[in-house]
């Protein structure tokens, strides 16, 4: 039987956490040869309230596409970790955005803190490639994909302009979250 | 050679097999979840001289994709349940003027304007009885995104074959969850045209049925001038009220479908570990992959699971749920809506088992848990 990852990208609607869902899997399943499907569930705003967006990653089909007991979540607001920071897997990991999510969700998971937007618009230079700075985190704390599988497929989505940008927003993520786990 | 892949949405699959069967006219009117289908082809179409139209609203876009057929094109147009009631009178049309067409209906809860952006199963009976009156009804349901692709391939080949409209209907989960694909070579799948009148245009009848159950189809502007009508019509295309010739009509049209010999073409299905099957699951669509998951855990207890998951949904695979309904103890049929399939696999296992509906109509995923507690309490 095949053997199921499941990760959760959650925040609030605009943040681009849909696009962090669908670069990690096409790093899975388009540059690392795996099976993944991506799914999302949203509200009928364009922008705002909360949204999450799922990626499932395994070495064989994979029949239900929708998360069943999450391995890794991540919550950029507090709206998004009370809603969608459930579910996660016992020992699993949960990643917050520290300035945002003050209220903890508690469960028997482990969860790391990092000011992923702060970063974004402080460390790398626009708050725009927040998602960015959290993918590189969330796959440096998961080993979903290799950090170069995700890089490939962040860099082969973004203009011309912004390959700097978002190189640089990656490789903040990782490292960071890599200090973290020492 | 390595053959393209990428990562899609159902939908976007769903507009790339639509160019793949030779699709050059879109109609249509943007709705959730299908809006996708539109948006690739709004793209696409341009690239091969094909012509994309967003109408005034979901009848005239039914309509403008009827008006294209019958000048010779390959025509599409994608919708969800609400524009699909609102196409109801031009479908009908569609069918006793045997106008061939694919309506792509991305699935959402209803009824009317219902939940836009959460998924659902709940047209599948709207699907064979939406439009009044007697008619032959082929409805295909893909479960993943490259069968998306590949059905709406099927979709246009059996709309040319048979002379008629051909629904495809994908829940919002499989329209817009993304998957790897892989993209068929040219000539890889089989793509069909419909059949060109033999005989000058002075001979032409648009319902001669010297042809076999599905008559030639002239293009209009190719020099042959017939007349196209919802009335009951004679082979000639015009009206007719005698009781002979309706018949006869009436019964051709629902036979070039639910014949013996149009039935082992059209249907398609497929059966995971039913051969030792105590307890079935009926699913399609999205379903159908929960029922599966379910399946293999049920397995690895030891719990003789199988499952029938039709891709031809209509017409619907009478002999061999018949046949699986004496074979199993009960079949489940689990579905995102209050048993609309459970009715049809009633209706053919003449109770021979128990039949088991899962409804689920929240707007939520119909979960693997849930089917596998409902296999547990059998017997």
């Not at chain 1, 708050?127 to 993918?135: G, K, P, S």
């Not at chain 2, 109801?88 to 219902?114: D, K």
């Not at chain 2, 209009?220 to 009508?229: A, E, I, K, L, M």
Request: proline share 6%; hydrophobic share 40%; charged share 25%.
């Amino acid at each position: 039987m095949s053997k199921r990852y499941e990760i959760r990208f959650s925040g609030a609607g605009g943040q681009g956490l849909i696009t962090a869902g669908i670069i990690l899997a096409e790093a899975a399943s388009i540059i690392e040869g795996k099976h993944a499907v991506q799914s999302q569930s949203y509200g009928p705003e364009a922008r705002g309230g909360a949204s999450k967006s799922e990626v499932i990653i395994s070495d064989g089909p994979i029949d239900y596409p929708k998360a069943t007991i999450v391995d890794a979540c991540l919550a950029m607001t507090q709206e998004s970790a009370d809603k969608y920071a459930n579910g996660i897997k016992k020992g699993g990991v949960l990643l917050i955005d520290s300035d945002f999510v003050k209220n903890e969700p508690k469960g028997d998971f482990k969860v790391y803190k990092m000011p992923i937007m702060r970063t974004a618009k402080e460390v790398v230079g626009r708050e725009i490639v927040a998602n960015v700075v959290a993918l590189g985190a969330m796959i440096a704390l998961t080993d979903a994909v290799s950090r170069e599988a995700g890089l490939q497929a962040v860099l082969s989505r973004v203009p011309e302009a912004f390959i700097e940008l978002n190189r640089k927003a990656y490789a903040q993520g990782f490292e960071d979250m890599k200090k973290i786990l020492g | 050679m390595a053959k393209k892949v990428a990562l899609m949405q159902g939908n976007e699959a769903c507009a790339h097999g639509a160019m793949y069967a030779g699709c050059t006219f879109f109609g249509g009117y943007p709705i959730t979840p299908s809006t996708e289908v539109a948006e690739v082809l709004s793209n696409e179409l341009p690239k091969v001289g094909g012509k994309f139209i967003q109408m005034e609203d979901e009848i005239a876009a039914m309509a403008s994709v009827l008006g294209a057929s019958l000048t010779g094109a390959k025509v599409l147009t994608a919708t969800s349940g609400p524009g699909v009631s609102l196409k109801q009178e031009l479908i009908g049309y569609a069918c006793i003027a045997e106008i061939p067409c694919v309506i792509i209906n991305v699935m959402r809860g209803g009824p009317s304007t219902g939940m836009p952006t959460g998924p659902g199963q709940s047209d599948v009976q709207q699907a064979k009885w939406g439009t009044h009156g007697d008619h032959a009804t082929i409805a295909l349901v893909p479960a993943s995104v490259q069968e998306i692709f590949t059905e709406t391939v099927r979709a246009f080949n059996l709309a040319e074959k048979y002379r008629m409209p051909v629904q495809v209907l994908y829940d919002e989960i499989v329209g817009h969850m993304r998957e790897r694909i892989e993209f068929p070579e040219a000539g890889e799948l089989e793509v069909i045209n419909r059949t060109l009148p033999s005989v000058p245009p002075e001979q032409y009848k648009p319902y001669d049925t010297s042809f076999g159950d599905v008559p030639p189809l002239a293009a209009f502007g190719s020099g042959y001038r017939f007349h196209v009508t919802g009335l009951n019509k004679a082979q000639d295309g015009f009206p007719t009220t005698k009781a002979e010739y309706v018949d006869a009509e009436e019964r051709r049209q629902v036979r070039k479908v639910e014949g013996e010999v149009a039935r082992v073409q059209i249907e398609s299905n497929e059966e995971y570990l039913t051969e030792d099957a105590e307890v079935l699951v009926f699913a399609y669509g999205s379903t159908s992959r929960s029922a599966r998951y379910a399946v293999n855990e049920l397995r690895k207890e030891g719990i003789k699971a199988g499952l029938f998951r039709p891709i031809t949904l209509w017409p619907f695979p009478e002999k061999r749920i018949s046949a699986l309904g004496k074979q199993v103890k009960a079949i489940i049929v689990p579905e995102m809506n209050l048993g609309q399939m459970n009715l049809e696999v009633e209706r053919v296992v003449k109770g021979s088992c128990p039949v088991i509906s899962i409804g689920r109509v929240d707007g939520e995923p119909l979960n693997p848990g849930q089917i596998i507690a409902q296999v547990k309490e059998v017997k």
